[in-house]
């Protein structure tokens, strides 16, 4: 997803005051995105003064600056098409297993891993306590 879309998309959900029956038919293209997460995007964006390279490192799901690859399928008859897939060529000396040796030994530590004070969008992890009036 292209990193401007997102930014297009903040820009018009402040100026509709975050109304997003109005702003959500403007970005066809992120229809097949959950608006949660958009609307976790925009608060996240806000709180970090629109840090892109820090907010966007918190949204991997989003794939932002990714290029999807387009496939291709074959088309028409491809009956008499057929490919060999019995023969295997022997792992050379470069493989990703002789290549994890040279790399070391992790030096991720758990025991160093500290939860933020305060969550990242306000009122994220508390119970709504209002009342809905049905009439």
Known sequence: MEE???????????QYNYDYDVVMPKFPELAN??????????ATAESYNYDYDLV???FPELE???????TSEPVGDTEGTT??????TP???????SQQSSLGPSTFDPSKFVAPEQPLIKDAYTYDTRKIDPN
């Not at 401007?4 to 402040?14: E, M, N």
């Not at 932002?64 to 387009?70: A, E, H, L, P, T």
């Not at 792992?91 to 297993?97: E, V």
């Open 4 to 14: 401007q879309l997102l930014k297009d998309f903040i820009a018009t959900a402040q």
């Open 33 to 42: 995105v959950d608006l949660q997460i958009l609307k976790d995007y925009i």
């Open 56 to 58: 966007n490192s918190k």
């Open 64 to 70: 932002i600056g990714v290029k999807k690859k387009v």
């Open 83 to 88: 490919a060999s897939t019995t023969e295997q």
């Open 91 to 97: 792992a050379s000396p470069t493989s990703s297993d």
